[in-house]
């Protein structure tokens, strides 16, 4: 999504401040790099507040961003991203060194940066956290996944969900990426927790009948 439309859905929501803030924040990452971006995407935080942003009908925006998160991913939006392999390197610099909350503003934006079919390998990366808001945040609610990972990668994103007792029912995409090796799988993942006398997770059976294997 080009940052020009995602500053549009942003900008008219925040407090005249916020605002006024964050569009020279913006025009200082567009010029500075990630040199401005990494001070921005820190004081976003202080000079933004956490109300919910009001999705738009058109546009397919999400509806479960706060205005904070919508900065953040704005500002990410802005840095530079040609030549590619620059602006990779800048965004894995970026993604390394955030704090939880701009990790998670950053995951759940992954599929409105200006190449998101480059970053596979970084929602991979989220899809491993051990913090579950990061996991969260690129596995739930999320367009990205469905539209850029691999099925292998989606298969596991769900069993993790099932593990973690997450409402996997809130990944978008759900049904397209059941087939019939998540169906093997959670019929193991079924069998192994019968025999240690362990119940289910929430959200299994609604999961398993997606499956096109689940049926006889």
């Not at 925040?14 to 790099?33: C, F, I, N, Q, Y």
């Not at 390394?96 to 599929?111: F, R, T, W």
Request: aromatic share 6%; charged share 20%; hydrophobic share 45%.
């Amino acid at each position: 999504m080009p940052a020009a439309r995602l500053a549009a859905w942003v900008l008219p929501q925040l407090a005249p401040d916020s605002r006024t803030w964050t569009e020279a924040a913006v025009a200082r990452v567009k010029l500075g790099g990630l040199t401005e971006l990494g001070p921005a995407m820190a004081r976003a935080g202080r000079r933004v507040d956490h109300l919910p942003l009001v999705p738009l009908p058109q546009g397919n925006f999400p509806s479960h961003w706060t205005a904070d998160q919508g900065v953040r991913v704005l500002l990410a939006a802005s840095l530079p991203w040609d030549p590619a392999a620059r602006w990779l390197k800048d965004l894995d610099t970026l993604f390394s060194c955030a704090e939880v909350q701009e990790s998670i503003a950053l995951y759940q934006g992954l599929a409105f940066l200006p190449r998101p079919d480059l970053l596979a390998p970084r929602g991979a990366v989220g899809l491993r956290s051990s913090i579950e808001s990061v996991w969260a945040a690129v596995a739930l609610d999320n367009p990205f996944p469905g539209r850029h990972l691999e099925p292998a990668a989606c298969r596991q994103m769900i069993m993790k969900g099932l593990f973690l007792g997450a409402d996997v029912r809130r990944i978008i995409g759900l049904e397209a990426m059941t087939d019939g090796e998540l169906g093997r799988m959670l019929r193991d993942f079924a069998r192994e927790r019968n025999a240690a006398g362990r119940p289910l997770p929430s959200h299994f059976d609604a999961v398993l009948s997606l499956c096109p294997s689940a049926h006889p």
